[in-house]
């Protein structure tokens, strides 16, 4: 039985997204009483977001179907300093057009979780340059910037970490949380937004909001944090052997992103479907009483249901059949990853270990070696076991394409060009 009344408390804490809230029975009442809007914010420190990123655009997704009015806040201003909580080092920072340019792109995802066009309770996107790039930092300074005690942003673990480590804090850096605070006041008033949402590192910068917004002379505002994630072996979440596990089509394939959740760990699998799937619950403790190799099967489900939200249920089938072709019959699937060689390249004769880094299979040569030693890399099916070997046109295969594999789930085919 859900110690929460709401639909959307009783539908995150169910599935396991709350780590903290700052007042639950106010919290609880006031989703209970009335449409209630909320935010979460994203910084456009690259062109995509990461899966690691996933379970917040969730807790936007489930507001919304919960009736109320979700806001994804993009880091416009912010962006420009750079969010130093619990980093070890500063940002580097980034110009406008390169954070427009990354809004720009990241955009494009929100759309499959969130609906901005219905008429009740629309998503909303907005940037906080709206109001952080005009500010005059005199007026900044008295208006906001008397109400913060440094002995009390001193506390705070994201900064006390740096400081523990004897690692450089910038001033720029130290004025992010003072940003981040001004932000949730600015919803408030402009929004009537009474909650922001965001990972448990967040929670120092989001109560300083709170307690701006009280000093400010807005409505009672709220905090909720999810857990930071990490698989059951302590790898952080949205990161594979190969780098990001990129939300992004035009970064990381439909086919790649289906792989990365079908070699989700055992004691990942229920946690996983919970977090990021919309299967009912039923549905999914059904699936959690299933063991053995039928695990397997479950992982299957649980890939494409994550990969149908992102990429749509066409590509997440065709994802789903590949796997089950390239895996399962042997056959060589024409939607595996591939890349292009100039056939001169070929004729002459490329690296195996060269070749494997341009496919994305190896970060470096001296990695794809170690594949090779651990015989881990074949060509066309056949295990690679010297790391001089040359990979030329006589590889090229009747479908006119020369297979590489690492292990039993990583494959790229390379296409003369």
Known sequence: MSRFKSDFLRTLDERGFIHQISDETGLDELFARETVTAYIGFDPTAPS???????????????????????????????????????????????????????????????????????????????????????????????????????????????????????????????????????????????????????????????????????????????????????????????????????????????????????????????????????????IERLAKLGGSEINEVKKILATEITAMLHGRAAAEEAAETARKTFEEGALAENLPSIEVPAAELEAGIGVLVLFVRAGLAESNGEARRHVRGGAVKVNDRTVSDDRQIVGTGDVTADGVVKLSLGKKKHVLVRPA
Request: aromatic share 12%.
């Open 49 to 283: 977001l990461h899966a690691g990123g996933l379970i917040q655009i969730m807790m936007l997704h489930w507001m919304q179907k919960t009736g109320h009015r979700p806001i994804s806040l993009m880091g416009g201003g912010t962006g420009m300093v750079g969010d130093p909580s619990f980093k070890e080092e500063a940002r580097k920072l980034m110009t406008v057009d390169m954070i427009e340019e990354n809004i720009s792109s990241i955009k494009r995802v929100f759309s499959n979780y969130l609906d901005y066009d219905r008429t009740e309770n629309p998503a909303l996107m907005i940037n906080n340059a709206e109001w952080l790039r005009p500010l005059n930092y005199l007026e900044f300074l008295r208006d906001v910037g008397r109400h913060f005690s440094v002995n009390r942003m001193l506390s705070f673990d994201s900064v006390k970490t740096r400081l523990d480590r004897e690692q450089s804090l910038s001033f720029l850096e130290f004025n992010y949380m003072i940003l981040q605070a001004y932000d949730f006041v600015e919803l408030a008033k402009r929004y009537d937004c009474r909650l922001q949402m965001g990972g448990s590192d967040q929670w120092g910068n989001i109560v300083n909001g709170i307690d701006l917004g009280h000093r400010m002379g807005t409505k009672q505002l709220y905090a909720l944090t999810s857990p930071l994630l990490t698989t059951a072996s302590g790898a952080k979440m949205g990161k594979s052997v190969n780098g990001a596990v990129w939300l992004n089509p035009d970064m990381l394939s439909a086919y790649d992103f289906w792989q990365y959740w079908r070699n989700t760990e055992d004691a990942d699998v229920t946690r996983f479907l919970k977090l990021y799937t919309t299967l009912p619950m039923d549905e």
